[in-house]
C-alpha cells in the first residue's frame, strides 16, 4: 500500500490499483509492482514524456467520483517518429513480429478481471465489442481530435484505463461511484494542469456535491471546498456566534444570492423577483436584465442609480479589543445597509515573521526613545506608556500563537449604506462613523473605489478591495 499526501512530483509506479481515502485527505494506492507498460512519465525540464498528471476529485456528501488521466499528445511509448522503431523491451508496445497481446499495460483484449491473489487486479485486456456502446460507442465518447484515432496503440491504452478503473466500481473495491473519467491532453510547458483537449471516456465531465442541504455541480477545475465536513463545521460554528447576536445566518443557492442582488439594485420592487435559469438559457436571455438596475453611476466617494444614492465605507483602524456588541450596533442602525466581513486566514510562518519584525521593531522605538532621554541628561530607564502597551500587546499575541496554536487573519469589513438622498446618506455616514468612534474603530468611505468596493461587498464571491488589516484570531471571531 502506497500512501500519497499531495506531493506535487511524486511518481507511483502502479499498473493494478485501488483507491481508498482515509478521511483525512489522504489517498491510497495497491500496486501489484508492475510500472505500467513502460510508459513515459513527462520530464519538466526537457519537455519530453507522456504521462503527467492523475487528478481525482471525490464528493464527500454524494460519493460521485471524478477522475482524469492528463497526459501529453506525444508518443506513450518515446518511439521515433513514423512508427520506424519501437522498443522491445519487456512490457513495451512491441515491434514487428511481436504479439498485440502486450500492447496495453491496462489490458488488451477481452475484459479486465480480478485474480485470486487479494489486492491484485490483473487485466486481460480489451476488444471493441467489450466497450459500452461497442467501437461506435467508444469512437463517439472519445471524439475525433488529436492523434488516438480508435484502434490505434494509444486508444487501446486510453481504453484499458478506463476499463481497469470502471472494474474497480463493478467489482465493489471502490468506495463510492465514477461520476466520470477523462483523459486530459496538455501540451502546456508550464507545471499546471490545464485542458488543451478533453475527451469524457465514461460518464459526464462533472459530479454533485452536497454541502448544508445544498447541491452544487463541480467540474474538475472548480474551485470548490475540499474539506466539506470541516466546512460544515465551521458554517455551524459561525451560526452559534451569530445566534447570540440575536441574528441568524441563512444558507443561499445561487437563485437566493440572485434574490439579494435584485433586492439592492431594485430596492422597493422585492415582490417582483422571478427568475427561472432553465427559461432563461432557452430564450437566451441575460439575467443582467432582470437583476440589475439600468443606470448605475460611480463617483469618488459614492454612487447614485436612477433613483438612490449609495456609498461604500470600510474600517480602516481597529482597536487592540471589540465588543461583540460593534456589529450589531452597526446592523441596527435605521437604514438600508449591506455589512460584508471578509476573513483570509494568514499562514503560521507569514504571522512569526510578521510579529518578529513587529517585536523587534518596537525595541528599536524603545532603545532609539533611551538614547534621546540620555542626551537631555535625563538617565531614567522607564518606558514611555504607549511603547510599553504595544510590546505587551505583542507579546500576548506572540505566546498565543505559540502556546496556543493562534492564528492570525486579514480581517476586512465593507459597509454598503443606501438613501433615497445625498444628504439623508451623509447623515447616515456620520451616525457610522461615531458608532465607530465609540468603539475606537476609524470608518472612512472608499476613494476611487465605489465600483470595487460594491463588489466585494455583493454575494458575487470576489474580493477587489485589499484594504484588509492584520487582527488577532479572537477578534475576528467577534466581528
Keep these: 500500500m502506497l500512501e500519497y499526501f499531495s506531493e506535487p512530483h511524486d511518481f507511483i509506479q502502479t499498473d493494478a490499483f485501488s483507491w481508498r481515502s482515509d478521511g483525512k485527505g489522504g489517498q491510497g494506492l495497491e500496486e501489484d509492482g508492475r510500472r505500467p507498460g513502460g510508459l513515459r512519465y513527462y520530464h519538466r525540464l526537457r519537455h519530453e514524456g507522456y504521462l503527467r498528471h492523475l487528478l481525482v476529485r471525490k464528493a464527500a456528501g454524494t460519493g460521485e467520483i471524478l477522475v482524469a488521466l492528463v497526459t501529453t499528445s506525444q508518443d506513450p ?66 471524439g475525433n481530435g488529436g492523434d488516438a484515432s480508435f484502434g490505434s496503440p494509444e486508444s487501446r491504452l486510453i481504453e484499458g484505463f478506463r476499463e481497469r478503473l470502471l472494474d474497480l466500481e463493478r467489482n465493489g473495491r471502490l468506495k463510492g ?16 494542469v490545464q485542458s488543451d483537449r478533453t475527451d469524457v471516456l465514461y ?9 448544508l442541504g445544498l447541491r452544487f455541480k463541480v467540474s474538475l477545475f ?32 445561487g437563485v437566493e444570492r440572485l434574490r439579494t442582488l435584485h433586492d439592492f439594485y ?15 438559457v432557452r430564450v437566451s436571455r441575460d439575467y443582467k436584465d432582470d437583476i440589475c438596475n439600468s443606470m448605475l453611476k460611480f463617483y469618488p466617494t459614492y454612487m447614485q442609480d ?66 534621546v532621554r540620555n542626551k537631555n541628561n535625563d538617565f531614567s530607564s522607564d518606558i514611555s506608556y504607549n511603547k510599553r502597551t504595544e510590546k505587551q500587546q505583542i507579546e500576548e499575541i506572540m505566546d498565543d500563537v505559540r502556546e496556543n496554536d493562534q492564528r492570525l487573519f486579514y480581517v476586512a469589513v465593507t459597509i454598503i449604506i443606501k438613501a433615497d438622498t445625498k444628504e439623508e446618506l451623509e447623515a447616515i455616514e456620520e451616525t457610522l462613523v461615531t458608532i465607530g468612534k465609540r468603539n475606537s474603530c476609524q470608518i472612512e468611505a472608499h476613494y476611487l473605489k465605489q465600483r470595487e468596493a460594491l463588489n466585494t461587498a455583493l454575494p458575487v464571491g470576489v474580493r477587489q478591495v485589499e484594504t484588509i488589516p492584520c487582527d488577532k484570531a479572537v477578534q475576528a471571531g467577534i466581528v
Excluded: C
Design 77 to 142: 511509448w518515446g518511439n521515433v517518429a513514423g512508427g520506424a522503431e519501437i522498443s522491445h523491451r519487456p512490457g513495451i508496445l512491441p515491434g514487428e513480429g511481436a504479439s498485440d497481446a502486450a500492447v496495453s499495460p491496462f489490458g488488451t483484449e477481452g475484459r479486465a478481471a480480478v485474480s485470486d491473489e487479494p489486492g491484485n487486479l490483473h487485466g486481460e485486456g480489451l476488444s471493441g465489442d467489450a466497450l459500452p456502446g461497442g467501437a461506435e460507442g467508444f469512437r463517439e465518447s472519445v
Design 177 to 192: 461511484r465514477f461520476a466520470g473519467i477523462l483523459h486530459i491532453v496538455n501540451d502546456s510547458l508550464a507545471d499546471v
Design 203 to 211: 460518464g459526464q465531465d462533472f459530479f454533485y456535491e452536497e454541502l
Design 222 to 253: 472548480s474551485f470548490f471546498q475540499t474539506n466539506t465536513h470541516g466546512a460544515e463545521v465551521l458554517y455551524e460554528t459561525a451560526r452559534e456566534y451569530i445566534g447570540e447576536l440575536g441574528s441568524s445566518l441563512v444558507t443561499l443557492n
Design 266 to 280: 431594485r430596492m422597493g420592487e422585492e415582490e417582483y423577483f422571478s427568475f427561472d435559469f432553465e427559461e432563461a
Design 306 to 371: 436612477e433613483k438612490r444614492y449609495a456609498k461604500a465605507l470600510f474600517i480602516k483602524k481597529y482597536p487592540s479589543s471589540l465588543s461583540d456588541r460593534f456589529l450589531t450596533e452597526l446592523a441596527t442602525v435605521p437604514a438600508h445597509t449591506v455589512i460584508s466581513i471578509d476573513v483570509a486566514p494568514i499562514p503560521k510562518d507569514v504571522t512569526t515573521s510578521t510579529l518578529q519584525k513587529k517585536y523587534m521593531g518596537i525595541e528599536s522605538d524603545i532603545i532609539r526613545q533611551q538614547r
